[in-house]
Structure formats: C-alpha cells, structure tokens
C-alpha cells in the first residue's frame, strides 16, 4: 500500500501562486508515476499533471504554462506549483500514484491522497 497526503491548498485571489506537495509513504516512491488531478463540484475528477518515473513530465491543456509538477525522491514528495491562478482552477486536488506509464485516466491510478481544496477568488 502507499498512502498519500496532499497539503497547500488554501484560498487566494486571481493571479496569485500556489504550491501544493504530496507526500508518500509505504512503497518505493521512484518507481511509480505520480500525478495530479483536481475536481470542481459537479464535475468529474480531471487530469491536471503527471510525473512518470524515468522524469517525464505532462500536463493538460489548462495547465500547460502555467503549472509545474516536480518530483522529490529524497523527500518522497511530489509538488504542484500553479501561478498566475484562474477562479475556474478552483477545485479539490488530488495526488495519485500507479505504477508504469503516466495515464490521464483516473481509473489508471491505485493510490489516491485524501485531496486539497485550492479556491480562487476576489
């Protein structure tokens, strides 16, 4: 089993910066693809970033320049650093894990931290 605690999310105004970190216990953390995704109310839990275990690195189309996931194995950890925040990136953020290629399904993923709430707004 590897248990995963997320931390960072908080209330912040549009155009601020955030960075959430997920820490991982219980299994060797280097091996496995580790990724991020959030869930507004309403709606379904969507990809938001990956980190897969030989270092490359995906986002999705909302993220992609202005989110950066990095990956600690010293520290066991996983960050998602968000700048220039959007009131539509308010959302639940969840950490997840599985082992091999990074997937942009939620169902691929085996391990899932308890999530984060981010909201965004003035």
């Known amino acids: 089993q590897m248990q995963l605690v997320e931390s960072g999310g908080e209330l912040v105004q549009p155009g601020a910066s955030l960075r959430l970190s997920c820490a991982a216990s219980?299994?060797?953390?280097?091996?496995?693809?580790m990724a991020w995704f959030r869930q507004a109310p309403g709606k379904e839990r969507e990809f938001v970033a990956a980190?897969?275990?030989?270092?490359?690195?995906y986002y999705a189309g909302s993220a992609k320049g202005r989110f950066t996931i990095s990956k600690d194995n010293g520290r066991n950890t996983v960050y998602l650093q968000m700048n220039s925040l959007k009131p539509e990136d308010t959302a639940s953020y969840y950490c997840?894990?599985?082992?091999?290629?990074?997937?942009?399904?939620?169902?691929?993923?085996?391990?899932w931290g308890q999530g984060t709430q981010v909201t965004v707004s003035s």
């Open positions: 219980g299994r060797t953390f280097s091996v496995y693809t």
């Open positions: 980190f897969t275990w030989n270092g490359d690195t």
């Open positions: 997840a894990a599985r082992e091999g290629p990074t997937a942009r399904s939620p169902l691929a993923y085996s391990y």
